[in-house]
């Protein structure tokens, strides 16, 4: 009987996807790793450092810059070619390493990935789980396909004595509950 696991999706059969492992018998966390060879590049890059510039030099700085500037710091996401089930009270919980921001700069901007029940299979894309990542150092950081990037936790979640759930189907993710976005 399935209960609880990790499968490759559509996108990724035969593209040599290790499922994730723990590396002891201890271990809380299966280790994903990246589907493909990725670069990431420092949020120091050169715009960035530019509107530091302005701000530094009291020039005005117009609505441009600050696009600019924030397409900088849009997360990389990360494809692992993985999708995970788990009955409907669990959910897997993405967490860094403690090696990337350790050796690396490399963190996960959203503090930890909540990868709901529900996401399995979804219709938009399969429950594909992606890492989301920054590199806060100042070279890019090359991730190669077979690097292990984060590390997945199976938990249990409580709900409250008057939980009332809104009733709508999980369609995709990142933002997917709002109206018209999503990933
Ligand atoms: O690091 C992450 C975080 C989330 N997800 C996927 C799985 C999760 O089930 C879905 C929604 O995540 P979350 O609820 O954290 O984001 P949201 O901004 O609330 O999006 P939504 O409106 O789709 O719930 O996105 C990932 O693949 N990686
Ligand atoms: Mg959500």
Not at 45 to 54: A, D, P, Q, S, T
Not at 58 to 77: N, S, T, V
Not at 100 to 121: C, E, H, M, Q
Not at 133 to 147: E, W
């Amino acid at each position: 009987m399935k209960i609880r696991g990790f499968e490759v999706v559509s996108n990724y059969q035969d593209q040599g996807i290790n499922l994730p492992r723990r590396q002891t018998l201890a271990s809380a966390g299966y280790d994903l790793e990246a589907a493909e060879d990725i670069t990431i590049p420092s949020i120091w890059r050169l715009n960035f450092v530019r509107i530091f510039r302005l701000i530094r030099n009291g020039h005005q700085i117009f609505e441009r810059d600050y696009e600019m500037a924030e397409k900088l710091l849009k997360p990389i996401l990360v494809p692992t070619g993985l999708k995970a089930y788990m009955p409907e009270d669990e959910v897997l919980i993405l967490a860094n390493r403690s090696s990337n921001t350790f050796k690396r700069n490399l963190s996960l901007p959203n503090g930890i990935g909540v990868i709901d029940a529900d996401y399995y299979d979804n219709p938009k894309n399969e429950g594909e789980i992606f890492v989301q990542m920054i590199n806060y150092g100042v070279r890019p950081l090359h991730i190669h396909k077979g690097d292990r990037i984060a590390q997945g936790i199976f938990m249990k979640y409580l709900k409250t004595d008057d939980d009332d759930p809104i009733d709508r189907q999980r369609i995709s993710g990142f933002g997917s509950t709002n109206e018209n976005e999503g990933h």
